[in-house]
């Protein structure tokens, strides 16, 4: 499985974004997918994730309300939308694909295919 992150930029305080993971390989389409970030000097943590059976979907506490993702099968893409971003929301995001299908995986060693990173820098 291949994973292609993009979407980020630059976009002020109280400004959205829409990240794109595109996934490619004969079994992509088996695979839940997280986004996780990570700032500099930090660990990288969980930001939301969708489940491949039913398109459930989790959040972590400090995003939830405003961010949003979903998937498109059909492009097999899922997108994070991002609004009313702040400052401490800059970060690399990572796309990552898991086989996980009990719940929304939370956890980075939960999943198997990472994509590259894009880059989110926030302005206040």
């Known amino acids: 499985v291949q994973l292609q992150a993009s979407g980020g930029g630059l976009v002020q305080a109280g400004g959205s974004l829409r990240l794109s993971c595109a996934a490619s390989g004969s079994t992509s389409s088996r695979y839940g997918i997280g986004w996780f970030r990570q700032a500099p000097g930090k660990e990288r943590e969980f930001v939301a994730g969708i489940r491949r059976s039913d398109g459930a979907t989790d959040f972590a506490d400090s995003v939830a309300g405003r961010f949003s993702i979903f998937r498109d099968n059909a492009k097999n893409t899922v997108y994070l939308r991002m609004n009313n971003l702040k400052p401490e929301d800059a970060a690399v995001y990572y796309c990552?694909?898991?086989?996980?299908?009990?719940?929304?995986?939370?956890?980075?060693?939960?999943?198997?295919?990472w994509g590259q990173g894009t880059q989110v820098t926030v302005s206040s």
């Open positions: 990552a694909a898991t086989l996980v299908s009990v719940t929304v995986a939370t956890h980075s060693y939960e999943y198997d295919y």
